[in-house]
């Protein structure tokens, strides 16, 4: 799919093509970020909105369930999250790689290889495995892959069931030698697992998406330390030299965030997204996620979800709903012209910002950029986030598939 490029934030962002239809009108944004109203509903939507609806949202009972007592105890824990133990310690010692070579690591989602990127300096071979802009739930590898893989000495992955296929193929080909570490798994309780719209505890599946809370992605990057650390002994000094930078740049994006959530009325810290992967942001700076747009399949909703979603934009006053650039549907388009509200269609989800080798192709422009559009659109300042500066600390020298 066509991609143009944007300057927001002080990013330049890809953004794909898409056909849904545009009236044009007075921004309520800066330049750059679109919120926009769409022209009539699909017909099949419009006789939804006819019939009497009792369901809130695409959530069905999952509505109850994320306003139940346990639910706000994990919310509560994920709010309170200190990394363990058996996260920071990960890892399995080996004698490292031979002289004049370097470790070979494998990544799945671009998020995370530019986590371990920052950690490793240059000084591992870090490849990611999952083209950006995919959906990571379910890609399916090439069987190609499976070579690389084997001579894999570390394959650093989410886990919680975000990249299945991925792990999957992983599993069945990396070697005797080689690790496969679960980045999520490793760094949450099972008590701390958000359930909600598009992973419904019905269906087994935690909501994976921890990244979004940034001291849960400072464990991702003490994890991945402590695995590089152990398997390359010989420039284990320098792994921890590159963590402690890293995290202090993730230290001060946190710090940003709480003072950018403090410009937002309270009313207003609640989201409405095309993909539900902002749970473990929203517990962290207690924002609310009302809704979620995409089912647990990954379809499209059913007419009948679009429309209580409608009901539920109104009823609760939502000032702006989030679409999604790895996930594009003009679906979301039609509920925001509908319910009144206004359409941001900018949310980068694992999808980095700029081009591989730009110096704001990074897991902290993208979380910047998702936070600022966040908090603008709903009525705050971003200006904090504005000031901070998501460059990478150490040199990214990773392939990131396109």
């Known amino acids: 799919m066509a991609r143009t490029v944007a300057t927001v934030h002080g990013l330049r962002l890809r953004h794909r093509a898409s056909t849904a239809p545009r009236l044009t009108g007075p921004p309520v944004r800066r330049p750059g970020t679109t919120v926009r109203r769409s022209t009539s509903l699909p017909l099949a939507v419009s006789f939804a909105l006819a019939a009497t609806i009792l369901v809130g949202g695409c959530s069905g009972s999952e509505s109850e369930e ?128 958000l359930y909600d719209f598009s992973f419904p505890r019905s269906g087994g599946k935690p909501n994976p998406h ?36 890293y995290v202090r740049k993730i230290d001060a994006l946190d710090r940003a965030m709480v003072e950018a959530t403090r410009t937002v009325p309270r009313q207003n810290r609640r989201l409405l997204t095309y993909h539900d992967a902002y749970a473990y942001f929203a517990a962290r700076y207690g924002w609310q996620v009302v809704g979620a747009v995409q089912p647990s399949d990954f379809e499209e909703p059913t007419p009948k979800e679009v429309a209580a979603l409608i009901d539920q934009i109104r009823d609760e006053d939502i000032p702006a709903v989030f679409g999604s650039e790895v996930f594009p549907s003009d679906v979301l388009e039609q509920i925001a012209k509908e319910s009144g509200a206004a359409y941001v269609d900018e949310l980068r989800d694992d999808d980095l910002p700029g081009a591989p080798g730009d110096p704001d192709h990074s897991f902290l422009a993208l979380m910047r950029f998702d936070f600022a559009t966040m908090v603008e659109a709903l009525g705050g300042d971003p200006v904090a986030l504005d000031r901070f500066d998501p460059s990478d600390t150490a040199a990214d020298t990773a392939s990131y598939p396109q």
């Open 66 to 193: 994320s306003g139940s007592t346990a639910s706000r105890s994990a919310r509560e824990r994920v709010a309170a999250f200190t990394c363990p133990d058996r996260a920071t310690g990960a890892g399995e010692t080996r004698n490292g790689p031979s002289e004049g070579e370097k470790l070979q690591v494998r990544t799945t989602v671009a998020p995370i290889t530019s986590i371990v990127a920052n950690v490793a300096g240059g000084l591992a071979d870090v490849r990611g495995l999952i083209p950006e802009g995919t959906n990571s739930h379910t890609f399916e590898p090439r069987p190609s892959m499976a070579a690389d893989l084997e001579s894999a000495d570390v394959v650093f992955v989410n886990g919680l069931q975000l990249e299945e296929p991925t792990k999957e193929l992983a599993e069945s080909n990396v070697g005797p030698d080689g690790q496969i570490v679960e980045l999520g798994t490793l760094a949450l309780d099972e008590d701390q697992y």
């Open 210 to 245: 921890l990244w979004t809370n940034p001291p849960m992605a400072r464990c991702y990057a003490e994890t991945v330390a402590s695995v590089l650390a152990k398997a390359d002994p010989a420039n284990a000094a320098q792994y921890r030299a590159n963590l402690a930078a």
